[in-house]
Nanobody, 125 residues
Framework: QVQLVESGGRLVQAGDSLRLSCAAS????????MGWFRQAPGKEREFVTA????????YYRESVKGRFTIGRDNAKNTVYLQMDSLKPEDTAVYYC??????????????????WGQGTQVTVSS
């Protein structure tokens, strides 16, 4: 069983930056794809970004392109989400997820086997 623990969420102002971390209980080099999802109050969970095991392939939802950057440090078993130019609409609980099998569709929540408990990000206007 793989455990994922997110950290770094807090209250910030619009335009600020924030870095989320996701620590895994196992070597993430064996977790083919790592992803971040978010869920705002009253809305469904949505894909934010994902990264393949070698870090060479990343995927972003359109609304965060150019503002968010995903990275992974396999030696530290950690995945990061650097969020810049934050907007109030980025307010949500952010979840880290792991797909050990390398699905073709990294934006689909259903492919992820392991999930963290989430960390709250609130962006005030």
């Amino acid at each position: 069983q793989v455990q994922l623990v997110e950290s770094g969420g807090r209250l910030v102002q619009a335009g600020d930056s924030l870095r989320l971390s996701c620590a895994a209980s196992t070597r993430i080099g064996i977790l083919y794809t790592m992803g971040w999802f978010r869920q705002a109050p009253g809305k469904e969970r949505e894909f934010v970004t994902a990264i393949r095991w070698n870090g060479n392939n990343t995927y972003y939802r359109e609304s965060v392109k150019g503002r968010f950057t995903i990275g992974r440090d396999n030696a530290k078993n950690t995945v990061y989400l650097q969020m810049d130019s934050l907007k109030p609409e980025d307010t949500a609980v952010y979840y880290c997820a792991a797909d050990p099998y390398g699905s073709t569709w990294p934006a689909r929540a259903g492919i992820y086997v392991y999930w963290g408990q989430g960390t709250q990000v609130t962006v005030s206007s």
